[in-house]
């Protein structure tokens, strides 16, 4: 979930002087925990590391930084920031925990090194951060964004795709019929592919966490899908319909059962969805969930 981030700082290195903000540890109730970041510059802020008084805190500080001069020793600005939520005189909030920030002003000399963090993990692959580039005791590693491949590019399929952008996929849209795409399905970074399902096969390969959603205008469709999907099964696949077409795929396939026993149909979490929007976002809650390990992709049980 770094990638945006990286290459935002990038990019703004190519213009400015930006610190880096990373929740190195927290204890107790905290908005976010370690690897939270964000991007302070002089007259703006990016991402987040948690909203309210705790981040105003670290964007004065950040602010600070930006004007302090360099460590001769280290050769770059670094602070680290204590925010307590204990309730206590001088605390950020209430919530009864603690956060610690490790802050680090990068500066446009630097640019090619935050770059290729960036270049790293778009090619799906984690990439180190050392400590001397985030202004931490130790050194992290940042895992790419998790490919979501939806299969069907109607209005589902669009409304989802749209959506999810906003939430650190790498997404692929893909439809067999060329004429279903249009500018406003494949804006803001979603990957279209149309034509034949044996090009989906190069999306399946590589080191980075796969999810599958199928949203298909007939089961003939799913059918096909999943018997590529079958090949090397993503560790989530989930398929919208109802219990009588899931049924039918599920006919369709008998020698594939095994493989695609993690199949979660109907997809989405019960809310009641009816609409495109409705049912992206239900589908949307449930990967974000898997994402986040609460949920197991197998059997949507509590992790």
């Not at 309210?52 to 600005?77: C, K, N, S, W």
């Not at 199928?214 to 219990?243: K, Q």
Request: proline fraction near 5%.
């Amino acid at each position: 979930m770094d990638f945006r981030l990286f290459r935002t700082l990038a990019d703004a290195l190519a213009r400015e002087p930006v610190v880096l903000a990373s929740v190195v540890d927290t204890r107790g109730a905290t908005p976010r925990k370690r690897g939270a970041r964000m991007l302070v510059t002089a007259a703006h802020c990016r991402f987040s590391v948690g909203g309210g008084q705790a981040e105003a805190q670290v964007v004065a500080a950040a602010r600070a930084l930006l004007d302090a001069p360099f460590d001769a020793a280290t050769g770059h600005a670094a602070a680290d920031l204590t925010i307590e939520l204990d309730g206590g005189p001088g605390a950020a909030g209430v919530c009864g925990g603690c956060m610690c920030i490790a802050l680090r002003r990068c500066d446009p000399t630097e640019h090619a090194a935050y770059a290729a963090i960036a270049a790293t993990l778009a090619a799906g692959m984690p990439a180190p951060l050392p400590a001397a580039l985030s202004g931490a005791d130790e050194d992290f590693e940042l895992q790419p964004d998790v490919r979501l491949l939806i299969v069907g590019a109607g209005h589902c399929g669009a409304v989802l795709a749209r959506l999810a952008a906003e939430l650190d996929f790498d997404i692929h849209l893909f439809d067999e019929r060329a004429d279903v795409f249009d500018y406003a399905t494949c804006a803001d970074g979603v990957h279209c592919i149309d034509g034949d399902l044996a090009r989906l096969r190069p999306l399946l390969d590589g080191r980075r966490r796969m999810f599958a959603v199928l949203l298909n205008r007939d089961y003939l469709c799913d059918v096909r899908t999943l018997a590529v999907l079958a090949e090397r099964p993503p560790e989530f696949i989930g398929m919208m319909g109802s219990r009588r077409r899931i049924a039918e795929v599920h006919r369709a396939l008998p020698a594939l059962a095994e493989r695609l026993a993690m199949l979660q149909a109907p997809v989405g979490l019960a809310i009641g969805a009816q609409t495109p929007a409705e049912i992206a976002i239900s589908v949307l809650a449930q990967l974000i969930a898997v994402r986040a390990g609460h949920v197991t992709a197998a059997n949507g049980d509590s992790g």
